[in-house]
């Protein structure tokens, strides 16, 4: 049974300061690796993506992915108000697999 | 582009029922998923298509559930009889060719099998 897991949080964080959430993944041939977003009551909407190892950043997102440990982690930094949302980790294997997602991590920021 | 459109955005239903719920995905884009979402479960795969072609079903829970794409632009998903564990948001979500491509989820149906 293929697994990907995440601490359901809630990770709260002042306004400013550098959300960190973290995921872990059981299926070792796992090559792509997403990080989605939802908002309360509405559907996923990605925000990030990264198939190798090492550093990905977009904007104030930063993923990390190490294959080696099957860990992956976001990082949203200068975080807003408007960053809080349930952050979805998926993870797809060999070609032909669909994703599987994690239950999520509820962050909530504070002004 | 409208986007991946669902229909119906809530449905209550009794047990016993049988519920249709139904998906148009963007136009051009040939994968094709359900997902049911609870907070027990999370967001978990029930069924996805690949060029209208069913790839896995392997996440349907039950013979009561049953999914179809007769054509490119629509699909279904079919609970028959419902039963009030069935409960969650159901989303539908297409991709372009590739499984790895970006998901664009519709807005989910709410389920109530009271």
């Known amino acids: 049974q293929k697994e990907v897991e995440q601490n359901s949080g809630p990770l709260s964080v002042p306004e400013g300061a550098i959300a960190s959430l973290n995921c872990t993944y059981s299926d070792r041939v796992s090559q792509s690796f997403f990080w989605y977003r939802q908002y309360s009551g509405k559907s996923p909407e990605l925000i990030m993506s990264i198939y190798s190892n090492g550093d990905k950043e977009d904007g ?17 930094r200068d975080s807003q108000p408007s960053d809080s949302a349930t952050y979805l980790c998926a993870v797809t294997g060999q070609a032909g697999t ?7 991590t509820t962050l909530s920021v504070s002004s | 582009d409208a986007g991946v459109i ?3 955005r809530h449905e209550v ?24 979402q609870t907070m027990m479960r999370g967001l978990e795969l029930l069924i996805y298509f690949n060029n209208n072609v069913p790839i896995d079903d392997s996440g349907m829970p039950e013979d009561r559930f049953s999914a179809k794409m007769p054509n490119a632009s629509f699909s279904t998903l079919k609970i028959q009889p419902s039963e009030p564990r069935d409960s969650a948001v159901y989303f539908c979500a297409s991709s372009l060719a590739s499984f790895n491509e970006k998901l664009f989820f519709g807005s989910g149906t709410q389920l109530s099998v009271l």
């Open chain 1, 98 to 104: 669909a994703l599987i997602f994690g239950k999520g």
């Open chain 2, 13 to 36: 239903t009794e047990m016993g029922q049988e519920v249709t719920l139904r998906c148009k995905p963007i136009s051009g884009h040939n994968s094709l998923f359900w997902y049911r």
């Open chain 2, 6 to 8: 669902q229909s119906p």
């Open chain 1, 60 to 76: 104030r997102f930063t993923a990390q992915l190490n294959k080696a440990s099957q860990y992956v982690s976001l990082l949203i």
